[in-house]
């Protein structure tokens, strides 16, 4: 059985490099979380193991992080060590001069400290220790930094692709449209004369709505304080073009406390809006229909306007950004970052037949809760 | 058709019709912005209590409750008393951390508490059973009421019913199922509370005779010895304890805005049913006094029993009104349910979207269709009464230590709803399949919660403590999110 097995791993040198490799892998989901104090503990034993040395230590560039193995008395000591190894810029060796010892029989006697590289700039240093050193050690220390490095530069990368997915959110917090602020203001001034207290009410729909689109905290909201803000933007809308907007609403009362993504819902409106009334001179009817189906809900907005050619929504959809529509491609994305591609947005839409929005939410997915 | 039959024909049709008729009004509802607020207003907790009320009070509150009462006398009283006081568990222990999770059935409850899908695929597994079990009596129930009513063969009444279910929700569910299910309730309450009224005037005019009744029918737990009382025990600890894992119970708590709204719901909910569940004993006296025959049939057949001529007819026809729209409601909630569990976890991988759930709601309502025609007549509100001991026995445990618990782990969960659902499954399978209630094995069998929601308690307790390296990392935050009220500030 054993003889089987050996023969089956292949020679001695290919088990070395599948331990390797494994004891690499091992450490590597705690480093693609970057360099902290936690993941530098989790990932220190197994980047030991794979060295071979009594102990292993993980710095950032001030002091230690992480100390593996035997002899961590020696751990207050790293700080020298890391400056001066931040000064060369590349892998330095200390001997037992630069780490003076009281312990008998304390394995640590020198030190190979090699930086860790993360987008040109040095974020710590990976420290082994062991009683004496070979250019075999040196070597072996410099390629397991120069790998760990890689890896918290994938662990850097993530955490901007995070910050970007919020930055867009952010963007459509930030992105009212100037046209509309100005439209409204100029609307609600046009009533101050002959309607005072209709512009005073106005203002304070205005008021409302901005705060809700500024809104800081919360990737999610419900849908019921989603539609609050469309009542709002609508108000305003109406305050502008009066009776040639109509707007049919009809909303099953039992998917109003679905979680939905913040903003979600407005910009689709303000697109129907845009598409239904401006450039024509006739009355435009939005329809927003939410309807339960049992574990979904689907919301409708629905304009008579000029619509669309699908070919060019399909290139919005698929995150074409020189289109001005914005609105359409940032929801659909989001969307499907937050439940799966098969909830993206659906687009029923041809020139003169106007168009129909769909979004389809889950009443339940996992981490995401108003 | 002969004129006798003519009142309960009519009343079934005015039931569809009037069901089919307020599912299309809620949402043909249409507003325009001004008044938007309006629209846009959540489901307030007396409207949503209504319509819980509506959804729960099945075939076996309607039509079982009188029929066991008239037989076995006060012992049956604890199915009222613990239909209703299953509601209060729920809203001390459950209603509001429930809402609070965001969960929209217990499926999901256990994968946000648990973060394993293991444990949910499980659950939908349960709930399957359950409304399976659940189903199977309504059909019978509608058997039993269709030929009472209009003469009709037994199997008409099943496949009245679950063709009228199946249209309704695969034509993509009850539009405004919360309107429909609030009307249900009081349609329901009318057609007890009405006949109820009438009879007891008639009685008193007839000189109030007195129920005859054996010495033992109105004191309970009277010569039956041990097995009786663990019956009875056994009995409470299911009711009590079953509602809460009921699925088309819970996934109507997902309509209320928040948790406190959650809990007045609950509250009112108590309140309905405390209304509803004075009037079959009342039937249940008032046949003892005429000297009602038939069990199932009872509440059917007393109006004509007491009175006839046109009064007869009308209140045969309230009741026969109020014992279908309790089939429509409860069956069309269940189907709802189980084919939502269905499409999410076995059809929709493989088929488009809206197929999946119409498929999915066939299988959810003619495997029990199947399973009411092939088996006996078991009594409406015995079979009910093993739904909720499963119920109690799976979900019961779940829940409550899932809320309570944050040592609770992925598989101490699994343990518990195998143990669980095992035991109480197996015994309702035996009781089915052997109705001899003889020795203490069959008792045992035949009221299983008493040994198996304690079992499985214990499973899951243990299992989580051998665990108890696996308890997953987001159990504090979320335990913080399910009893925090929403109004105070914090990050989720």
Redesign the interface.
């Given at each position: 059985m054993r003889g089987w097995r050996r023969r089956a791993l292949g020679t001695e040198a290919d088990r070395a490099t599948f331990r390797t490799l494994h004891q690499a892998s091992l450490a590597s989901p705690a480093l693609r979380e970057g360099l902290t104090t936690e993941s530098s503990e989790r990932a220190a034993r197994h980047l030991r193991a794979l060295l071979g040395t009594p102990s292993l230590a993980i710095t950032d560039t001030a002091g230690c992080l992480a100390w593996d193995g035997a002899g961590s008395h020696h751990a207050s000591q790293m700080p020298l060590l890391v400056a001066a190894t931040l000064d060369r810029g590349r892998t330095r060796s200390f001997d037992r001069g630069d780490l003076p010892c009281s312990h008998a029989g304390c394995p640590v006697r020198s030190a190979l400290v090699s930086p860790l590289v993360v987008d040109g700039l040095i974020v710590g240093s990976l420290v082994a220790l062991a009683p004496s050193q070979t250019a075999g050690l040196a070597r072996a220390v410099d390629e397991v930094a120069t790998w760990v490095s890689g890896q918290l530069e994938l662990a850097e990368l993530e955490s901007s692709r995070a910050r970007l997915a919020e930055a867009e959110v952010r963007a459509l917090r930030a992105q009212i449209s100037p046209h509309f602020v100005y439209n409204s203001l100029g609307a609600i001034a046009s009533f101050v004369r002959t309607d005072p207290d209709r512009a005073r009410e106005l203002l304070l729909e205005f008021a409302d709505f901005t705060r809700y689109s500024f809104r800081r905290h919360g990737e999610f909201t419900?849908l019921?304080e989603e539609?609050?803000s469309v009542?709002r933007y609508?108000?305003l809308e109406?305050a502008r073009f009066g009776e040639r907007l109509?707007?049919?609403?009809?909303?099953?009362?039992?998917v109003?406390?679905v979680?939905v993504p913040f903003l979600c819902i407005q910009p689709l409106v303000e697109n129907a809006v845009r598409h239904g009334l401006e450039g024509v001179d006739r009355v435009g009817h939005i329809t927003i229909t939410a309807?339960?189906?049992?574990?979904d809900c689907h919301i409708e907005v629905e304009d008579d306007g000029t619509g669309e050619e699908p070919e060019k929504v399909r290139r919005v959809l698929a995150g074409d950004t020189s289109i001005d529509s914005v609105g359409l491609g940032n929801v659909d994305a989001r969307l499907r970052s937050t439940y799966g591609d098969d909830y993206g947005l659906v687009v029923e839409t041809a020139p003169g037949a106007g168009t129909k929005v769909i979004v389809r939410v889950p009443?339940?997915a996992?981490g995401?809760?108003? | 058709m002969d004129l006798e039959a003519l009142p309960g024909a009519v009343a079934v049709v005015v039931v569809a019709v009037a069901t089919l008729a307020i599912g299309t009004w809620g949402l043909r509802f249409s507003r325009t912005t001004s008044d938007f607020f309006v629209a846009s207003r959540t489901v307030n907790p007396r409207l949503n209590a209504s319509a819980i009320g509506g959804e729960y009070l099945s075939a076996a509150s309607f039509l079982g409750i009188a029929g066991l009462v008239l037989t076995f006398g006060a012992d049956m009283l604890w199915y009222p008393v613990g239909w209703t006081a299953g509601y209060l568990v729920l809203l001390v222990l459950v209603a509001a951390p429930l809402r609070r999770s965001g969960a929209y059935t217990l499926p999901d409850f256990a994968e946000a508490r648990l973060g394993s899908r293991g444990v949910r695929h499980l659950c939908s597994v349960v709930v399957v059973a359950i409304g399976w079990l659940y189903l199977v009596p309504q059909f019978e129930g509608a058997g039993i009421t269709l030929a009472a009513a209009i003469d009709a063969p037994r199997w008409v009444g099943p496949l009245v019913v679950g063709a009228v279910v199946l249209v309704n929700v695969s034509s993509g569910g009850m539009r405004s199922i919360t309107f429909v299910q609030a009307f249900q309730y009081w349609l329901k309450l009318t057609a007890l509370l009405v006949p109820v009224a009438v009879l007891l005037v008639i009685w008193a005019g007839d000189g109030a005779p007195r129920p005859v009744t054996p010495q033992d029918w109105s004191m309970p737990l009277l010569g039956d010895g041990a097995q009786g009382l663990y019956s009875t025990y056994s009995l409470i600890l299911a009711t009590f304890l079953g509602t809460m894992g009921l699925p088309h119970v819970v996934v109507r708590f997902y309509t209320n805005p928040d948790g406190r709204a959650a809990r007045r719901t609950t509250l009112v909910v108590l309140a309905l049913l405390g209304i509803f569940y004075v009037l079959p004993p009342l039937f249940a006296m008032l046949g003892r006094a005429y000297g009602a025959a038939d069990a199932d049939t009872l509440v059917l057949e007393l109006p004509r029993l007491m009175t006839d001529g046109v009064l007869g007819d009308v209140l045969t026809g309230l009741v026969t009104a109020g014992a279908f729209a309790a089939f429509l409601s409860t069956s069309s909630g269940l189907a709802i349910a189980v084919s939502g569990v269905l499409t999410q976890d076995v059809t929709v991988r493989r088929l488009p979207d809206v197929t999946a759930f119409r498929v999915a709601a066939v299988i959810a309502v003619t495997v029990p269709l199947a399973a009411s025609l092939a088996l006996p007549d078991f009594g409406v509100a015995r079979a009910v009464g093993l739904a909720f001991a499963v119920a109690a026995s799976t979900f019961c445990p779940l829940l409550v230590l899932g809320i309570w618990w944050r040592g609770l782990t992925a598989a101490g969960a699994i343990a518990g709803l195998l143990v669980g659902g095992a035991g109480s499954v197996g015994a309702v399978a035996w009781t089915l399949a052997d109705d001899a209630s003889s020795g203490w094995f069959d008792v045992l069998l035949g009221q299983p919660a008493a040994w198996s929601v304690p079992v499985a308690v214990t499973a899951m307790v243990v299992v989580s403590r051998l665990t108890a390296r696996t308890v997953p990392a987001h159990a504090r935050r979320f335990m913080v999110r399910l009893h925090t009220p929403e109004a105070l500030e914090l990050d989720r």
């Open positions: 419900t019921a539609l609050r009542e609508l108000l109406q109509q707007v049919r609403l009809s909303i099953a009362p039992e109003l406390p979680a309807r339960d189906r049992a574990q009443k339940f996992p995401v809760s108003a | -």
